[in-house]
C-alpha cells in the first residue's frame, strides 16, 4: 500500500485532546476565520467527530476534502467555500 500523500492546507486544528462537542465548537470557529478558498486541516480523537462535522460542511456550504484515520486519530481537511 502506497504511503499517503501529505495534505496541503492553510490552518491546522489540532482538536486530538478535546472531547465532544469542543472539537465542533473550535472546528466552527476556525471556518470562521478562513478566507474563501483556504483550507483547513482538524486532527481529533472522538470517532464521532467525522459524521456530526460531515453535517456541518452541508450546512455551511464548504466542501470536504478527504477524511482519514491514522491510527487512533480522525482526519478532516475542508475548503472553505463561502
Known amino acids: ?8 492546507y492553510n490552518v491546522f486544528l489540532d482538536a486530538s485532546m478535546l472531547r465532544c462537542p469542543i472539537p465542533m465548537i473550535e472546528a466552527r470557529k476556525k471556518l470562521k476565520e478562513l478566507n474563501k478558498g483556504q483550507i483547513l486541516l482538524i ?20 466542501q470536504l ?6 491510527e487512533s486519530m480522525y ?6 467555500l463561502k
Not at 500500500?1 to 496541503?8: G, I, N, V, Y
Not at 467527530?49 to 460531515?54: K, Q, Y
Not at 482526519?75 to 472553505?80: E, P, R, V
Open 75 to 80: 482526519f478532516n481537511l475542508i475548503k472553505k
Open 1 to 8: 500500500m502506497a504511503a499517503k500523500k501529505k495534505p496541503t
Open 43 to 62: 486532527k481529533t480523537s472522538e470517532p464521532s467527530f467525522n459524521i456530526d462535522f460531515a453535517v456541518l460542511i452541508q450546512k455551511t456550504g464548504n
Open 65 to 70: 476534502l478527504d477524511t482519514w484515520k491514522e
